[in-house]
């Protein structure tokens, strides 16, 4: 199987679908000629027309809001959020809309557009190009919110996402754009949404989490077992929403001692719910209060290096509370 | 509308293409409204219902909007004043009554969303919501649609002005300039967003928005039927032609309170009220067809009755019709198992 | 002390404030001549003027930027949002704007507006004119967040949110307006923003909540107390941002047995970080797995009369769910 | 700017009001904007920055803007390509600099915001972000503050043409027409948002957008400082008279790419750029000054030298400097204890 970057499995995961379905499309800003800022469509247009692959005005509440407008009619658009610092002026259309189109009407309706947005820091973005905002849409029902860590799921999610009815903001990793790379099948194949998936087998203590610091997650892992003879259960929740409540379940009674962590910011990001589902069903089996590893509570990440470096996670930061959960 | 004596042929509607049965069909639409809309008024007050919201004065104009566009093919996004378009477009005096007791017999939502929250497939009549506007980039989008399908299919939406100070208006209006989309922004101008008079609304003519988006604008009267199907029918043509949208602003007044929870004499005179009902268009529609030997007092009469035993009858009907059963009411979350769409 | 209602109790807080201070003042929707559409700001046009209770055009986003434009200006806006399921038009303001202006300039700017929003339902409202949006703002570092349940709560937290330095999102339940009232003394007084509230000592349960649902708490506790001799103790959040921990946590080692509650619904809602921040710190001193009762994950409560009700919590609801975590 | 030979008294900049000081005033610092400018770019790619974003081309009317503004009393909310404008409103270029290597002493966000996120509360510069047009309502409300408050002050604004079409500008514009309030929207269209050509943004003029909300709007050659003056001028004294808000319409061309991190090549021509670099307003304006014996080849090189040294020391000093302390960078996300404001 070939080893393709985290972008390009995200492009791929685009174009194919585009071949397969005349109704899928992509429109956002410079996603055209540029092919995005990142290079997530590049190639798009020259192959699909200035319709399947359309820069649109400056305006993200219209995106979102043309987009759900598309995708009533039948098409199945994606729509592009350049940052996902930039979504918030499509908030509206996609809480008050897109995920109560389907509910309001009965099942009359439905609103099956896809909300690509790259999440995350440590790109030198300063705090209006490195926000986490899963926590603004994570439990507004009606949406499904994918956020994945490699490039498999990467592409698979993507075109689970697209093949969806239902609306699915689809988070990617800036920082995971270039620096993962993984084995991706040549084939056609989706990864299911609302599955999480075991990243690495253990029995001393379970992590929990999404997305980049899933990464640091693995190397910690690596040395905590190398060096200290610790073994972490890893679980990548890949969905956001809906959580996988019995891969969170049986993950966490596998050890019963949970770190969770995420880069978003700790109070009342996606890790209170994982850690409020675990207190609410398993207490019993849990052999150390639950810890999160998180994003400060803090508006954004500074630019300057030190700054960024402070507040980002990153191995070190997770193999320490990783240790010290073990030692617990 | 004062052209007395002229013969049918060179009638106004004619003119306008509008068979003398369709300008008939027309006028029953408005008095239809009326009648439900008044009944709803007199089922809130009898305590049968929580609440009603009002299209009175707005019916003739909602028609002609309706009447000018193809109800086969086009798209329709109207806002929750718009119950003689929605009429017009087949919505039946029943389903408005299912929906005003909030039964699951209602086909717009099964009773869950408020009366005046329109939507049915079927009718190709989109789901709408309460925050105002949102509708408004919809429209764009199912016009983008038909466009990229090389469909014949128009999109036409409604809002009130007030609305049209969102930011979602500009968005998609300048959105369906760039791509010269098939779409009509009409904005019924009834002077008030609930107590805010237009002046404390806006300091310019919604129409003149159209200039900086790059397509027509027009302001129509719309006590005017006939002059609002002239002027939707144009947009709609040019919007088939692919010539792209146009905004209308119609000129209107709101003579009910903004709804069954407004006290509107906290905020206006009840002489400047009665001076807009005195300019209601649907008596003037009536004289304009009478004249023309199209209407006269005996079939007014039997309209009224015919219309009042089907609201009497939908009334009853949807009065004793069930609640979606309290657990369906956690249905339809997200597509349920097995389902495509 | 005169008793008075809950609504009464936040126009005559901003009676007074505008009385204390010139810079204070109001803008929103018909918050002039009709004193808004529930009555909160009756009366202040006319006392004060148009400027002061000024109207605004139909437009939320500008609602909230002007008015942090004003605030950084040095006035003191109160910006009411007509029912809170509309203030997502705004979100952008709020989240990059309001949250951020402190933090993005080192102190050099600051945000002092007061946003006003009804929350809630039972008002047969339906979909749109019931919801409670406090998680979609919650975990917004930079932003503070209220939610009194009582008239004197109401008055003191208001006040304290119209003198603080930072942007406050003032969350009024719109189904206590005229339901709840009690004891406001008549001289000047704040409630401290931060500070949660015992309501009801107990040893058996503890609930924990904010807004509307403690009215059901309460009256269940009574029944509970006579009926079965059960004794909870319940705490109201009233802050929610910034959490009280320690007065969450000094409640729940109370009795070892937690309930949490909001309207809200479960997922990602404010009680999943009270619980969180529990099973974090306190989880050998728990007796019971933390149990959530909240409003169910479905987009917002319909309007037909049986279907509210079955979304709504109400005191046999809390009755029923109390009684079982003592019998845990 | 070709009538060669006039005398100094007679002059275009005279007949503004513009006393010869002024007008060299306006000179030094559109050379200073364009020198720091391009030092930024250079240190982009000699690897000691992260990241710049140009101004080039778009100086001559930020600094007319800011000119015709009273910069002791009104409020300035620029955007990221304003070094002119804050420049002219006495920020000095070791201010930039330290922005621009994110170091703890720059007064607009201590090293925590991007560089081109202005702020500075002594120069009434107001703090921004990066989602775009926010600062327009924010620029309204100054604007409502100081009429509230009877001050004089007014607010000036400025955004490009790609984000005048959020929802935001619409917002703000309306807002401050209903009001009247004393503010001046700029919008400084420079034919690109980021690939994005004008023809694809919009298919109207930006200047039009003001007819629909009931107050003036002008489109001005940006390479044309006097003109952008004498309009935006005109704006500020309408303003202070209480005669409401005005929009202005730059025309101007992004010459460089958006940023640093951008290739231009992949949607625009090398032409196209060429064609629109032999019109910048800079060399046109030393013209002008020259052929009044306002300015000659000895005070440019003096000018030159003057400025380089100056931004050498700045770069210099501004690299030595330190970073906020990373422990630092987790206050003031609230007011810190015993703070008022
Ligand atoms: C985003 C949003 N804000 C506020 C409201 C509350 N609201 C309902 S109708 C209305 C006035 C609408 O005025 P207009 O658009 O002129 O329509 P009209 O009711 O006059 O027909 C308001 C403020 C809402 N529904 N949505
Ligand atoms: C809300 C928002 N969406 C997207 C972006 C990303 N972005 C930064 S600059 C820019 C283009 C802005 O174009 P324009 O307003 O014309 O200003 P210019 O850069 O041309 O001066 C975009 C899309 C952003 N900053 N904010
Ligand atoms: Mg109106
Ligand atoms: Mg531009």
């Known amino acids: ?328 | 509308m004062t052209q007395t004596g002229t013969v049918r042929q060179n009638s106004r509607h004619a003119a306008l293409g509008i068979s003398d049965e369709k300008a008939v069909a027309m006028y029953e639409i408005m008095k239809l409204a009326r009648m439900y809309d008044e009944r709803g008024q007199l089922l809130q007050r009898a305590g049968k219902i929580n609440f009603h919201i009002s299209g009175i004065t707005q019916e003739p104009s909602q028609t002609a909007m309706a009447f000018a566009m193809d109800r086969e093919r086009d798209w329709f996004l109207p806002y929750y004043r718009d119950y003689a378009l929605v009429l017009s477009v087949g919505m039946t005096v029943k389903e408005l009554m299912l929906s005003i007791f909030a039964k699951a017999e209602d086909p717009n939502s099964a009773g869950r969303q408020m009366p005046g929250h329109f939507g049915c497939r079927r009718l190709r009549i989109v789901t709408g919501s309460s925050p105002v506007t949102t509708q408004v980039p919809h429209a764009v989008g199912f016009a983008l649609a038909a466009k990229m399908r090389g469909e014949d299919a128009v999109s036409i939406v409604s809002f009130g002005e007030g609305s049209s100070n969102q930011g979602d208006f500009h968005e998609g209006l300048n959105f369906a300039g760039v791509q010269k989309l098939p779409v009509v922004f009409v904005c019924q101008n009834n002077q008030y967003a609930i107590s805010v008079p237009f002046s404390k609304q806006s300091a310019g003519k919604i129409a003149d928005r159209a200039i900086g988006y790059g397509f027509p604008g027009y302001r129509v009267d719309g006590n005017d039927p006939l002059e609002v199907y002239r002027v939707v029918k144009e947009a709609r043509e040019r919007a088939a032609a692919g010539e792209g949208p146009t905004l209308i602003e119609i000129m209107t007044y709101r003579v009910t309170a903004h709804s069954t929870s407004d006290n509107d004499l906290a905020y206006r005179t009840k002489e400047e009220v009665e001076i807009h009902k005195a300019k209601d268009g649907i008596p003037v529609y009536r004289r304009y067809l009478t004249e023309l030997g199209l209407w006269s007092d005996e079939k007014e009469d039997e309209l009224t009755r015919r219309l009042r035993a089907m609201i009497d009858e939908a009334t009853e009907y949807a009065e004793k019709a069930p609640f979606q059963p309290p657990e369906d009411s956690f249905r339809y979350v997200y597509a349920e198992e097995g389902e495509a769409r």
């Open chain 1, 1 to 328: 199987m070939p080893v393709i970057e985290y972008i390009e499995a995200i492009r791929l995961a685009m174009k194919e679908e585009m071949e397969r379905d005349p109704e899928v499309f992509v429109m956002g800003e410079d996603v055209g000629l540029k092919g995005g800022v990142f290079g997530t469509t590049k190639g798009l247009q020259q192959q699909f027309g200035e319709d399947r692959a359309l820069d649109t005005p400056l305006a993200e509440s219209a995106i979102a809001g043309v987009a759900i407008g598309a995708a009533m009619a039948g098409m199945k658009p994606i729509a592009e959020m350049q940052y996902s610092d930039f979504m918030f002026p499509a908030t509206n259309q996609i809480i008050s809309e897109a995920a109560k189109i389907r509910y309001r009407s009965n099942n009359d309706w439905s609103c099956p557009i896809v909300i690509r947005a790259p999440i995350g820091g440590g790109v030198f973005g300063g705090l209006y190009h490195s926000q986490c905002p899963e926590s603004v849409f994570f439990g507004t029902p009606g949406l499904k919110i994918v956020a994945p860590s490699t490039a498999y799921d990467a592409k698979g999610l993507l075109k689970a996402a697209i093949r969806d009815p239902d609306p699915v903001l689809f988070f990617e990793n800036k920082k995971c754009y270039r620096l993962v790379a993984d084995e991706v099948p040549e084939e056609d194949y989706t990864v299911p949404i609302g599955k999480s998936k075991v990243m690495r087998e253990g029995g001393d203590i379970t992590v929990i989490g999404y997305s980049m610091p899933l990464h640091f997650a693995m190397q910690a892992a690596e040395e905590l077992s190398r060096e200290e003879g610790v073994e972490a259960h890893v679980l990548d929740l890949r969905t956001l929403q809906p959580l996988d409540r019995a891969g969170i379940l049986e993950a966490a009674a596998k050890t019963g001692k949970v770190l969770i962590v995420h880069e978003d910011n700790k109070t009342g990001g996606v890790g209170a719910e994982v850690a409020a589902i675990i207190a609410e069903e398993l207490l019993y089996d849990l052999d150390a209060p639950i810890r999160r590893l998180c994003g400060p509570d803090v508006p954004a990440m500074p630019i300057n290096p030190p700054g960024e470096k402070h507040f980002l996670l990153n191995k070190e930061k997770l193999k320490s509370a990783m240790l010290e959960l073990a030692r617990f």
